[in-house]
């Protein structure tokens, strides 16, 4: 039976506490599951839509706290980098590297996660077609470094909203990469007011829809109260909700495995 990829956590590494209660919850969640885990959550947010939003707590209390944590619960960890210099600092904290969407083409920034030798998950940028996100995979696999995800999470439509083609996911698979499906940044309205919103509603049936056609993973953004959240508080999945989530995700990758 195929393993899934689970890609969770909180979108801003907010507090230590938030961390820990999140990770408690996700790792009871996965016990004896067949899934291959990393826990996620951003360090700083370097792309925020106003100058009022919260960015980060300071870069090297936040990494700690996601260092604490992968040794607490003996989990793998992943975050975002913005800068290749970036890339250097938070690789001595984490297991694996995320490429920001709006990143996806910047050779400098790929090559750089591809030189630390650690897995690299690369977002599919908004306005990229899905074969694009072949070349940027090598970029990275020219530094030797084959260990790469390409997450799909919505396509830009209009100027407000994004669209999920599941076309994409197959085009994408092509490559032999694992391909991994975003379920809360898909459903997000981008930089609606001085916060992007969203519609969560649509989260599970877009899940359930990719998972169906037999992508590899699943990425999604959970906090312990999300309207409360500094970051994608209208799209992250609440905590007690997950579990929920979660099964119905494992039940039906478990049922496509088997056809």
Request: with cysteine.
């Amino acid at each position: 039976m195929k393993k899934i990829i689970l890609i969770a956590g909180p979108c801003l590494a907010e507090s230590f506490a938030i961390l820990d209660e999140t990770a408690t919850e996700l790792v009871k969640l996965i016990e004896n599951r067949n899934i291959d885990f990393y826990f996620k959550s951003s360090y700083k947010k370097a792309n925020r839509t106003s100058i009022n939003s919260v960015s980060g707590f300071g870069d090297i209390v936040a990494l700690e706290w996601m260092k604490h944590i992968s040794e607490k619960f003996n989990i793998k960890t992943i975050t975002d980098v913005h800068t290749p210099e970036e890339v250097v600092l938070a690789s001595q904290y984490v297991d694996a590297i995320q490429i920001p969407a709006f990143l996806a083409r910047q050779t400098e920034l790929l090559l750089a996660a591809g030189n630390t030798g650690k897995k690299v998950n690369i977002k599919k940028g908004q306005f990229m077609a899905p074969e694009d996100m072949l070349k940027a995979a090598d970029k990275i696999k020219s530094t030797g470094n084959n260990d790469i995800l390409l997450t799909e999470r919505g396509t830009f439509f209009g100027y407000h909203d994004l669209v999920v083609d599941f076309r994409s996911l197959i085009k994408m698979r092509e490559s032999g990469l694992p391909i991994i499906y975003d379920a809360t940044h898909s459903v997000q309205q981008p930089s609606v007011g001085e916060i992007s919103g969203g519609k969560p509603e649509f989260m599970l049936p877009l899940s359930l829809a990719a998972v169906s056609i037999g992508i590899d993973g699943i990425f999604f953004e959970t906090h312990p109260n999300p309207k409360e959240a500094l970051s994608d508080s209208a799209t992250q999945l609440k905590l007690s909700d997950a579990g929920d989530y979660i099964d119905k995700i494992i039940k039906l990758n478990n049922f496509i495995s088997e056809l």
